[in-house]
């Protein structure tokens, strides 16, 4: 089949140069950007039925529909208090912001103790799938603080969960460009000197820059029907389509100069080269994608979204490699490897022969030494722990993280990225303030607290049941109330702030009740506040049993941070005997082996914990950091056992295509690994080294510490699971290794000690 293919797209080659040109062109013009549809907020991954995103539909009427459709307009002055002309310029602007499109309510949420700072609190209708529409309402906010007529000193700041999403993708977005630019800078600079030639890396490299063109528009009108598309999607899909692209692209081009060394002509070198390796790159690809949508089977939103995307593009990148680089392969031919001229008779480089013969004659030692190893690496596991699970983090230096320095400095500290603890009343809380005054005591007592904030200390001045009750008898609801009291009131300055401050506290209806809320465990997002939170949300049950509440629920970035590490790990046990069994599956399939798969899987295995406790000792006990990245265990998983079987898949298949021709299996191994040897390598650097870019060039914790990761277990997979590992564990089985097929009963001889000189 594969050498039909070979010769079907060297007939008709240039038509299919043109459609590989031609299709990212049209995708690019007629169908959305990868970028416009990408989503960063972790929170609208999780299931509706879990206890954060519950508690966040009862915190609607203080956020709307989405928490991550609201932002807080900061309003501040530095040099005193807020005057009069000032909140003139604040009302004004609030008018002129609740006319803009999506905009569902503008509510003031009052001044701060000091007067010095005031807050506003804007709700939209935009879905947090929706980043494209959220980065344009947030530019016309901004822009409308820039045609606000404010007074002299007086400073505005867009924060909240949407101002932060924004500007994380604004950085997100000129990351990924950079990251594309350096992945593809690195790998043509890798491939010239591999192949020491002009054409061979530019060939071998197009069909992965096409894939990618095509993918990222192909992907996003997918993600139209409903497929959620994240930032570490989009960094992910550039290195992952280069990368493994140009593995494929290796795999192919290597074989033909070798088929070329051995008298083949140009083209008829492509075909047979197709024949040998053309199963090899489809089970290589074939075993990712099988992988990636395993992940169709998690919970975890996010994760769904990841798999189906990066399928998508590998499946693209597969039609690519099997069409594509045999027409470009047949168009240039023996040029391809200009200057130098491959013909046959030439020798091919022994160093992996030899390394493969010592193995040979040293198997146990050679195991016993991979193992412990190994061992000692995946010892960094020792007080594993995951983090950053942060929606939307103001990224530093942005104009988000400039509101949220203001709140901090004005308002109380439960006011600043705190969790809301949400209790639903039956009745008004305003004609039994009394229960509500005792929730806000059993919380101010709760020892999981360290700060809490809410209708009775709403901006810092204490109010108590009475007056709450007597200032809503007097004034009416707080939302209606203006900035400042009218003429003639008798409510001081202070009790009337205080009582219009409650507004982000009592909903209008006065059945809902918030408290801010600060974990005494840690601070916000630390892996000691999420493990407080089953007791915290046990402190808000007794506080709503004993104040009469029917409802309640913890909403915020640590709840929201607890449920997404739960759900990561379930997803994590239950997908990964699924993917174990479709690899082995596979391997089976292609190898006619039931013994192979379990040692590849098993070997890859150790790579996976052997790079996850690299991971913790890098970045966490050495580098400080609180916990890996909570993707990077699943992720890690799926391309280690994935990406890792490549090089697993390529290098048996060619062993079990040399065990036709040597009786010893010594000798079919040296000779494989001296063939595949380079090509392994090779891959493996190019691969590594576009995870190590995205590791480099992201400013993104995630991708840092992920792409970091996974270069060091594709590594780990190239220089001793390949090459000492696998070699040895087969060389110990002999010709068990194809049982039950008809090879592993082929007669056999012990394993030569010179298998090394095999070829030469």
């Not at 139209?224 to 992952?240: E, I, K, R």
Request: aromatic residues 8%; proline residues 5%; glycine residues 8%.
């Amino acid at each position: 089949m594969f050498e039909t293919i070979a010769r079907l797209s060297i007939k008709f080659r240039w038509l299919v140069l043109a459609v590989w040109i031609v299709a990212p062109l049209l995708a690019a013009r007629s169908l959305p950007s990868l970028a416009s549809v990408t989503s960063t907020n972790n929170a609208q991954f999780l299931s509706a039925s879990s206890p954060s995103q519950h508690a966040a539909a009862l915190a609607a009427p203080f956020q709307g529909k989405n928490a991550g459709s609201t932002a807080i307009i900061v309003v501040s002055r530095s040099d005193g208090p807020l005057t009069a002309a000032d909140n003139s310029a604040v009302d004004q602007l609030e008018e002129t912001i609740a006319g803009v499109s999506e905009v569902t309510f503008v509510r003031d949420q009052g001044t701060s103790q000091d007067g010095q700072a005031r807050k506003v609190l804007v709700a939209t209708s935009i879905g947090t799938l929706n980043e494209a529409k959220i980065a344009s309402i947030v530019n016309t906010i901004r822009n409308d603080f820039v045609a606000a007529r404010a007074p002299p000193g007086l400073s505005f700041h867009l924060t909240g969960a949407m101002a932060q999403s924004a500007d994380a993708l604004a950085a997100s977005t000129s990351s990924s460009g950079n990251i594309q630019k350096f992945v593809l800078l690195f790998v043509i600079v890798l491939l010239f000197i591999v192949f020491r030639s002009v054409l061979a890396p530019l060939v071998t490299l197009l069909p992965a820059v096409a894939s990618l063109l095509l993918a990222g528009p192909v992907i996003a009108q997918a993600s139209m029907a409903g497929l959620p598309v994240s930032p570490v999607t989009q960094q992910l899909l550039a290195v992952l389509l280069v990368g493994a692209g140009t593995d494929y692209g290796l795999f192919l081009v290597f074989r033909t100069r070798e088929e070329l060394r051995q008298g083949a002509a140009p083209r008829e070198a492509v075909v047979r080269a197709m024949a040998r390796v053309g199963q090899s790159i489809t089970f290589s690809a074939v075993t990712v994608i099988a992988a990636l949508l395993c992940l169709l089977l998690a919970t975890f939103g996010l994760y769904k979204g990841i798999g189906p995307s990066l399928a998508i593009g590998l499946g693209i990148m597969l039609l690519a490699a099997l069409t594509l680089l045999p027409a470009l392969l047949g168009i240039f031919g023996r040029a391809v490897f200009w200057p130098s001229h491959p013909a046959a008779g030439q020798p091919t480089i022994g160093l992996w022969g030899r390394v493969a013969a010592r193995v040979v004659r040293h198997p146990v030692p050679t195991l016993l030494l991979g193992f412990v190893l190994f061992g000692a690496l995946a010892s960094g596991l020792i007080g594993y722990r995951i983090s950053g699970f942060a929606a939307s983090a103001a990224a530093p230096g942005s104009d988000s993280a400039a509101g949220m320095a203001v709140i901090a400095a004005h308002f109380p500290a439960a006011s600043n990225n705190p969790d809301s603890l949400v209790l639903r009343f039956a009745a008004p809380v305003w004609d039994h303030a009394a229960d509500l005054a005792h929730a806000q005591q059993e919380l101010a007592a709760s020892t999981d607290l360290r700060a809490s904030a809410g209708p009775l200390n709403p901006n810092g001045t204490p109010l108590s049941a009475d007056q709450l009750a007597q200032l809503h008898a007097e004034l009416g609801s707080p939302a209606a109330l203006p900035a400042t009291p009218s003429a003639g009131s008798t409510v001081s300055s202070a009790l009337y702030e205080a009582y219009r401050s409650t507004a982000q506290f009592i909903s209008t209806d006065g059945r809902t009740a918030q408290f801010y809320a600060i974990p005494s465990a840690g601070p916000a997002g630390s892996s000691q506040a999420l493990d407080s939170i089953p007791a915290i949300r046990a402190d808000l049950a007794a506080a709503a049993r004993d104040s009469g509440a029917h409802d309640y629920g913890v909403a915020g970035q640590d709840a929201v941070s607890y449920d997404i590490g739960h759900t990561a790990t379930s997803d994590l046990q239950g997908i990964v005997p699924v993917v174990l069994v479709i690899i082995a599956v596979l391997l089976a399939v292609l190898l006619r082996s039931l013994i192979a798969p379990w040692y590849l899987i098993v070997t890859v295995g150790l790579s996976y914990l052997a790079s996850l406790g690299f991971a913790m000792i890098v970045f966490v006990h050495l580098g400080g950091d609180s916990g890996l990245n909570f993707v990077i265990p699943f992720l890690l998983f799926i391309f280690a056992m994935a990406l890792g079987e490549d090089y697993n898949i390529l290098l048996m298949s060619r062993i079990r295509e040399e065990a036709h021709t040597f009786r010893a299996l010594g000798d079919a191994l040296t000779r494989a690994v001296e063939r595949t040897g380079g090509t392994i390598t090779s891959a493996g650097l190019i691969l590594a080294g576009t995870f190590t870019v995205l590791g480099l060039a992201s400013n993104n914790t995630q991708a840092h510490q992920l792409g970091f990761t996974i270069a060091f277990a594709v590594f780990l997979d190239t220089f001793f699971v390949r090459t000492l590992l696998v070699p040895s564990i087969a060389v110990l089985l002999g010709r068990w290794n194809w049982w039950p097929s008809a090879l592993s009963r082929s007669s056999a001889s012990p394993p030569s000690a010179t298998s090394g000189v095999v070829g030469r």
